[in-house]
């Protein structure tokens, strides 16, 4: 009798709702937030991009719990070379954009910063610290290679900057842009400045958009044109 029960109880379908649900892999975000580290936590504070002895563009990242916020302070317009090394054109006053979210992925701080145009994507950066005073960051989904910033003074000034002035990552080099090297982009007149397209995520090529994976260069204008 009791092998009997048990052979009708294995025959009994079990319902949906008792089943374990089934997750797909493909939907699991590989930018999901993950828990602050402790590595992660000596992010908090001003993160300055100085070329040339100038710095272009100011990072002010804040820790909010377990998450972050921050700031990104740029001149009111640029303009950079294909592969956004050089900054040139450089227009003051500084304009400071805060950042619309925020989330932790372990030792990286991620900022995204949206975009009012009509149709635009966001800008998201993730900052990773790779000494005490000297960080990574990653323009996500634009094919760039990472920047390096320094830690800089809460508030600190960008500049100083001279009129005609190109700056890069080239140390001894003079500033003035008439030097022969890779041409700034140049905006078209009454248009607004492209962006290169966000790198898609896909089986063959698997995520991008984690850190410190990168997608494949675009080699449209960079997203910073202009910005």
């Keep these: ?114 975009d009012p145009r009509p149709g635009e994507e966001p800008d998201i950066f993730r900052i990773h610290l790779l000494s005490a005073d000297r960080a990574e960051l990653i323009y996500v989904g634009t094919g760039m290679a990472p920047y390096t910033l320094e830690r800089v003074g809460a508030g600190a000034i960008l500049g100083p900057f001279e009129d005609g002035g190109v700056y890069d990552d080239q140390p001894g080099e003079t500033r003035i842009a008439t030097r022969p090297v890779a041409p700034l982009t140049t905006p078209v007149a009454g248009e607004p400045l492209p962006r290169p397209a966000r790198v898609t995520p896909s089986p063959q090529t698997g995520p991008v958009q984690g850190p410190p994976v990168q997608g494949p260069v675009d080699t449209r204008r960079p997203a910073m044109t202009g910005r």
């Excluded at 719990?65 to 050089?86: H, I, L, N, Y």
């Design 1 to 114: 009798m009791t092998r009997m029960l048990l052979a009708l109880l294995l025959l009994v379908p079990v319902s949906a709702a008792a089943q374990p649900a089934q997750v797909p892999a493909a939907t699991v975000a590989p930018t999901a937030a993950r828990p602050m580290t402790i590595a992660g936590t000596f992010l908090e504070g001003s993160w300055g991009l100085r070329l040339d002895g100038a710095i272009v563009m100011r990072f002010d990242l804040q820790r909010q719990g377990e998450s972050w916020t921050g700031a990104w302070v740029k001149p009111s317009s640029f303009r950079t070379d294909s592969g956004g090394r050089r900054f040139g054109d450089i227009k003051m006053p500084a304009v400071e954009r805060h950042a619309d979210s925020g989330k932790a992925i372990g030792d990286w701080a991620e900022i995204t910063f949206n």
